[in-house]
């Protein structure tokens, strides 16, 4: 009996070592987060920093002094939080060969991307939240983009910062700008695969007929066919049915910082412009960047059901020559 006591002793303490790893951490509010609840639990959360640029990493950030009262406003992002881990946004984003033709900037395969996370230092066991320099919608959207990433191979514990390190220091919270040391390799996992966030040209081409809800993340010009950007795109227009949902009305300007709407606004928005906030959809763009924030929004901020990212958008479905529509057709 004794024997099986100092058994069970050794298997619990087992388990004690083990649980802070696995459920340390603050508990997110949801999945957009702001600077100053951030500021409160930063030890509790693991920081990514995304960015295609990480020279501003170890660049002050500038800003405006009034001569009069001396209050300074953020006029230039720089720097980065305390503590966050360094994520370059072209490497989470691949080149795979698809009816013989090179598409670029979709999703990498499960071992591909762990290697990346465990690469930049991302353990497992915390919740993790996302940022960027969020002075562009580009930037908030590269964020949204990894998260989807992150979502996709089955992270649970996930959030945006709203505004980035815009807003971060706008809020007035200070930055650091020493280079990120060598790091230790991360243990974060990749533990799921959820196909039904991602749709692929076979599953666009079955939404179109069956008259499934698309969103087109696009500016209005190339939803339009306006005009476009080759060589990602090699035909003008939108697909079939789409509806467009562009990024001036994603987001709004705090300052220096893009932030998002509210989800009742959203609702008023996404009702304009003759998007249904509850129905399936598959969002699209150029190349799966833009869709990641439309992507982001009508999932995660207002908790639709089935919404899928078509990573290859209109490069890959132009690339194979797939028809669109424009404003001649």
Request: charged fraction near 20%; aromatic fraction near 8%; hydrophobic fraction near 45%.
């Amino acid at each position: 009996m004794n024997k099986l006591i100092r058994s069970l002793a050794v298997y619990l303490l087992g388990v004690a070592v083990m649980l802070p790893e696995i459920s340390a951490g603050a508990s997110l509010p949801g999945p957009v987060v702001d600077a100053k609840w951030l500021n409160a639990h930063k030890s509790e959360v693991i920081i990514v920093d995304v960015r295609d640029d990480l020279s501003g990493w170890v660049i002050a950030p500038r800003f405006i002094e009034d001569e009069k009262t001396g209050l300074k406003t953020l006029s230039e992002v720089g720097g980065h939080i305390e503590g966050a881990l360094a994520l370059d946004f072209g490497q989470v984003r691949a080149s795979k060969s698809i009816e013989g033709k090179k598409i670029d900037k979709l999703l990498p395969g499960k071992a591909e991307v762990q290697e990346l996370f465990q690469a930049a230092g991302i353990n497992r066991g915390r919740p993790i939240v996302i940022t960027s320099p969020g002075e562009a919608i580009d930037q908030i959207e590269a964020a949204a983009r990894v998260y989807w990433t992150f979502k996709y191979y089955g992270a649970e514990q996930l959030a945006l910062l709203d505004g980035g390190n815009a807003a971060w220091l706008s809020a007035g919270f200070p930055v650091s700008t020493s280079a990120q040391g060598k790091l230790a390799r991360g243990s974060w996992e990749a533990t799921a695969e959820r196909r039904e966030m991602l749709a692929e040209a076979a599953d666009v081409e079955l939404a179109i007929k069956n008259k499934v809800q698309i969103v087109d993340a696009r500016p209005l010009p190339q939803y339009l066919g306006l005009f476009y950007k080759k060589p990602s795109v090699s035909a003008g227009g939108h697909l079939e049915g789409a509806r467009n949902f562009p990024g001036d009305v994603r987001f709004r300007s705090s300052g220096v910082a893009q932030v998002f709407l509210t989800a009742e606004e959203y609702r008023g928005v996404l009702k304009a412009t003759g998007i249904a906030a509850q129905a399936p959809t598959v969002t699209y763009c150029n190349t799966g960047h833009m869709a990641s924030g439309a992507w982001f929004i009508q999932s995660e901020i207002l908790g639709t059901k089935n919404v899928r990212l078509y990573d290859g958008s209109m490069h890959e479905w132009t690339t194979l020559g797939k028809p669109v529509v424009g404003l001649g057709g």
